[in-house]
């Protein structure tokens, strides 16, 4: 079971999908033709099952996938829908909504339902899809995934001795370093009624499942019958009506380890989910309220920077004295303001974990999943949107990536695969890898498959790392089975355009027999950037201070160019170099000091032959307008302490133009 | 400066045994031999931790830590309780007149060593 923090996200997650749900289906009572709301039902359908599968919840997951199965003939255009079927539905989301929860309802409803949503879409309606988890899971006692382990010390510890440091560390060295500690502060009383001999606080801890129940009790030894202490096992997998061994230990009365029933997960969800309050000292905000906050310092930079200028100009020493001490202020707002935004990638790797478990069981592949690189920040907003998409990929690595232990052992490699999440920040960009080391995409089939779906001509000359992606085109799936988890082909669209909405990048590598590696490029698409202010002719543009490398003196022999391309030898290395006063148009006479500024993005780097550079400033960004988002060279613009608007140059759009010049030189070279 | 600790039981070898096991952990170590002289001990010196044997004359392990709890001194102290018997009736009298824990003898020397680590750190 996940700590009570991530049931809580999962349980927001689930209410927003669930409002979505119910909306779209009183929507299609009144307009049943509509195939948007028809797809739009049937994606939060599969994102519920694949989320609630992900959270334990195998009883919900099981009887979405029939659910969903009906939306599915109705997307496919094998069924309508009728308001028979509406009914259904809005019965079937009641269900689910129990379910959710962490109600038990009657199970017989689930058949019920599943064969009146079934009934309601035949015609030639499917028989429903055989659920998925019950076959899929294997029926062996389930396996203990974690202890959870709640524990208030006797009022007297201290008095005789005890260290609860001392103990917390100790159960830290028992569960290793995925060891959780929380306090529970749900009994400090107020401050003057406090003992200063006496522990308030309660501790709860997950331990890894893999510690035998013994261990734990050993760290109480001698106190268990003094003190408080829970230690319930939570199981991974729904386990299979069969009664769990218990664990060989002294049952104590506060501490009945539950043997596993079927529903034992959801049960536990709604206890975990009552003890997060107390748990954690966090206060939630809503989101909006966050971005209020930063468009205002977003204004504040922006008028401190107008007064700056104000200040500079009077030469008054007491106001320029007051202007230093805002400006210093609005920077340090600023600066808070997006740590509230920033997130640890972390916060959403426990999905992840279990994910790779749950595929590792329903696979039937063995291997290790490693992460590297989670405490890599990023904006929240960004976080959660990466969340889909990485299930996504991490699901079709190990799904269509990895061999199963017979295939790699037979091609030399070791049994146990290997999938790696990594992330890191590279200059302005965040770089989130996922590796697997298993059979390499197959160019051929792709190439042939998008051809096949159109997606491609039979004569298209198109490079490997193009036909690659395909995979990533709405409607391409080379998976032919449908398994509760990989779906049926949502959501390899999905990663391509939550990747794209985030203005990131996807690039593919693969070779065949070693695996495949998916490299996102995310920019950090901040509200506010350090950015470097360069004059083209009489206009100013910003650019992000972090994309740029270097910046020199142009030199003489390019001085005199006037074309718009050109290249220049840096380190050993030809640089492409794009005149942006020709790239623009602007007619004004070029100035006698003209600089190259040197901007790198994926690894490659491009030139900037500027006019001036007038300095760094706080960039905040503002979108274009939709009239203007198609100019790809600009990803937004900024306004100026005195007033004027400057626009943002893409870098990553500069530095593709530069490739393209340097293809074109290559190509006249040859 | 190392911690010091205090062990009180009757058996020189015991006590010898303890002695040269923390010593040469970095430990000081003063010995008393039976609950009186224990008492006294610690009442004198507050120590990092105590040892105390259950089966000594004059004075049992037991009441030496009803005696010593009984002094405000004793704060925050902790006491380890020896003992050969390992039934239970012993064991929660010695924790409910204030041992923070206990040890069946005979043990080895590492068993010994863990255990002052966790509680004298």
């Given amino acids: ?37 028809v797809a739009g039902v049937f994606r939060a359908l599969h994102t519920i099952k694949g989320t609630g599968a992900m959270f334990g919840f195998s009883r919900l997951a099981s009887f979405v996938h029939n659910f969903e199965a009906a939306f599915e003939a109705v997307r496919s255009g094998k069924s309508v829908v009728t308001p028979e079927l509406i009914n259904v539905a809005l019965t079937a989301y009641d269900l689910i909504a129990e379910l959710l929860e962490g109600g038990e309802p009657d199970p017989a409803k689930d058949e019920e339902l599943t064969a009146a949503l079934a009934a309601a879409t035949s015609g030639e309606a499917p028989a429903p899809a055989a659920a998925p988890t019950a076959s899929e899971v294997p029926a062996a006692p389930a396996e203990i995934k974690e202890w959870d382990l709640q524990f208030r010390l006797p009022p007297d510890f201290m008095e005789i001795g005890g260290n609860p440091i001392a103990m917390l ?64 096992p939570v199981h ?75 200040a500079n ?13 805002i400006q210093r202020l609005a920077l340090g707002l600023r600066d808070s303001t997006m740590a509230l935004r920033m997130t640890p990638l972390s916060s959403i790797m426990g999905r992840f974990r279990r994910l790779s478990h749950d595929l590792a069981e329903t696979t039937g592949k063995t291997f290790d999943f490693i992460v590297e690189g989670e405490e890599t920040e990023l904006d929240k907003t960004v976080v959660e949107k990466l969340t889909d998409p990485l299930v996504h990929m991490i699901r079709n690595s190990v799904d269509h990536g990895l061999e199963g232990p017979e295939d790699r052992a037979a091609s030399g490699k070791p049994e146990r695969g290997l999938v790696k999440l990594s992330a890191r920040h ?63 082909g949502v959501g390899a669209d999905v990663v391509k355009q939550a990747i794209e909405a985030l203005n990131g990048t996807i690039e593919i590598t693969s070779e065949p027999g070693e695996g495949t590696v998916f490299t996102l490029r995310l920019p950090l698409t901040l509200a506010i950037i350090e950015g470097l202010l360069i004059g083209v002719g009489k206009e100013r543009y910003a650019l992000p201070l972090l994309s740029v490398e270097q910046i020199l003196e142009l030199p003489e022999e390019l001085a005199g160019g006037t074309s718009a391309t050109d290249v220049i030898e840096l380190n050993n290395e030809l640089v492409p170099v794009l005149r942006l006063r020709q790239v623009f148009n602007r007619d004004a006479s070029a100035s006698t000091h003209q600089k190259i500024v040197i901007v ?48 943002i140059l893409d870098v990553i759009h500069l530095v593709s133009l530069g490739q393209e010049i340097e293809q074109r030189l290559k190509g006249t070279a040859a | 400066m190392s911690k010091e600790i205090l062990i009180v039981d009757d058996s020189p070898s015991v006590r010898r045994m303890v002695s040269m096991t923390l010593q040469q952990a970095g430990y000081a170590v003063t010995e008393a031999v039976d609950g009186a002289k224990g008492l006294e001990a610690a009442k004198a010196h507050r120590y990092a931790m105590v040892i105390t044997d259950q089966n000594m004359p004059n004075m049992t392990g037991l009441e030496f830590i009803q005696a010593y709890r009984a002094d405000p001194s004793s704060s925050g102290v902790p006491i380890i309780f020896l003992s050969t018997e390992s039934e239970g009736g012993l064991k929660e009298a010695a924790r409910a007149a204030g041992a923070l824990g206990w040890m069946v003898k005979p043990f080895e020397q590492e068993q010994l060593l863990a255990v002052v680590k966790k509680v004298a750190g």
Avoid at chain 1, 1 to 7: F, K, L, S
Avoid at chain 1, 199 to 207: A, F, H, N, P
């Fill in chain 1, 426 to 488: 590279a200059g302005a960009e965040v770089v989130i890898e996922i590796i697997d080391d298993g059979r390499g995409m197959n160019e051929e089939a792709i190439r042939k498959r998008a051809i096949e779906r159109g997606l491609l001509t039979e004569d298209s000359d198109v490079p490997r790392s193009e036909v690659l992606k395909m995979v990533l085109e709405p409607g391409f799936s080379t998976a032919a089975a449908v398994t509760a988890l990989s779906g049926r």
């Fill in chain 1, 1 to 37: 079971m996940m700590d009570a923090e991530t049931q809580e996200i999962f349980r927001q997650e689930a209410e927003a999908l669930m409002e979505a749900l119910q909306e779209g289906l009183l929507v299609l009572k009144e307009t049943p033709d509509d195939l948007e709301v």
């Fill in chain 1, 600 to 647: 790198g993005a994926n690894d490659t780097r491009v030139g900037l032959v500027v006019d001036e550079i007038i300095g760094t400033n706080q960039t905040v960004i503002k979108q274009l307008s939709p009239l203007h988002s198609r100019l790809k060279i600009f990803s937004g613009a900024t306004i100026l302490g005195d007033g004027c608007v400057a626009l």
């Fill in chain 1, 169 to 232: 560390d100790e159960l830290r060295e028992v569960g290793g370093e995925t060891t959780i500690v929380r306090p529970l502060t749900d009994r400090l009383p107020s401050i003057a009624q406090m003992d200063t001999k006496v522990i308030y606080t309660g501790w709860q801890v997950i331990l890894p499942g893999a510690i035998k129940e013994n261990a734990i009790r050993d760290v109480f030894m001698f106190h268990e019958d003094q003190m408080e202490l829970s230690i319930e």
């Fill in chain 1, 236 to 310: 991974a997998a729904p386990a299979a009506p069969v009664a769990e061994p218990e664990p060989a230990a002294a049952p104590l009365a506060e501490a009945a380890a539950a043997p596993a029933e079927p529903a034992a997960t959801a049960k536990d969800a709604p206890k975990a989910a009552k003890a997060a309050p107390a748990a954690v000292a966090q206060l939630r905000v809503a989101a909006d309220r966050v971005d209020l906050i930063m468009d205002r310092v977003g204004e504040l930079v922006i008028a401190e920077a107008r007064l700056a200028a104000i």
């Fill in chain 1, 313 to 325: 100009q009077l030469e008054n020493e007491a106001l320029l004295g007051v202007v230093e001490d």
